[in-house]
């Protein structure tokens, strides 16, 4: 059984706020991932990280930023939330052959 | 251009009866294969790793199998059950870089009926 964890499980906030949505995997982990998905849709990648100190932009172009300070927590920020970021938000962490272990996801509604 | 094509989008069976998921990949070069089952409102979970010299896999009553020479993968699930209701998400690895870079299908929505 994985043990990654999201939260919060749902937001509903308003245009403008600063978010952070969190994640913490207890496996030791060190790759991790944050994915979009809209339904019906495939995953996008936003943001992953290597290890502690290390992040990259995925191939979603994305005005979320992230930090890996320590190795089980990888937190993504959004400064200014606006409606098109109204989406699910799954992250991951994988050790090898990239099986990769999801969250629940936060499910994102910005008014 | 690489992509990873699922169908059907949507299935709907009866509980006890089989059925097959098609995955299509143009995703070269080639590393693996991954099946993922993703509830409602949840992550998806591994089922299945395929590589490139793997036929046929099982996992209980999900069995994948992979023909890399057409570069076709099907997930057969028999006897299906009503928790077996999910999103099941084909992703395909390249050997691209040190890491794999992952290509996802939009996945299929298979419902089962009691």
């Known amino acids: 059984e994985a043990d990654i964890y999201q939260t919060p499980r749902y937001l509903v906030i308003g245009t403008g706020k600063k978010i952070t949505l969190e994640c913490s995997q207890t496996?030791?982990?060190?790759?991790m991932y944050w994915y979009q998905q809209d339904p019906g849709m495939e995953l996008h990648l936003i943001h992953y990280?290597?290890?502690?100190?290390?992040?990259e932009k995925g191939d979603l172009s994305s005005e979320s930023t992230v930090s890996r300070i320590r190795t089980e927590h990888f937190p993504l920020t959004l400064e200014s939330a606006r409606p098109s970021h109204t989406s699910q938000y799954l992250c991951?962490?994988?050790?090898?052959?990239?099986?990769?272990?999801f969250g629940s996801g936060t499910q994102l509604s910005v008014l | 251009k690489n992509q990873v094509e699922q169908s059907p989008q949507s299935l709907i069976i009866l509980e006890g009866k089989n059925c097959t998921l098609q995955?299509?990949?143009?995703?070269?070069?080639?590393?693996?294969l991954r099946w993922y089952k993703q509830d409602t409102g949840r992550g998806p979970v591994s089922l299945t790793i395929?590589?490139?010299?793997?036929n046929t896999k099982s996992n209980g009553r999900y069995t994948a199998t992979l023909d890399a020479d057409t570069k076709q993968s099907s997930l057969h699930i028999t006897a299906s059950q009503l928790s077996d209701s999910a999103s099941y998400i084909c992703?395909?690895?390249?050997?691209?870089?040190?890491?794999?870079?992952?290509?996802f299908g939009r996945g299929t929505q298979l419902t089962v009926w009691p």
């Open positions: 991951a962490s994988s050790e090898y052959q990239e099986k990769l272990f």
């Open positions: 496996m030791g982990h060190d790759k």
């Open positions: 990280s290597y290890g502690v100190n290390s992040t």
């Open positions: 995955c299509n990949y143009t995703v070269s070069p080639f590393s693996n």
């Open positions: 395929m590589t490139f010299s793997e």
């Open positions: 992703v395909v690895s390249d050997r691209g870089s040190t890491l794999g870079r992952l290509y």
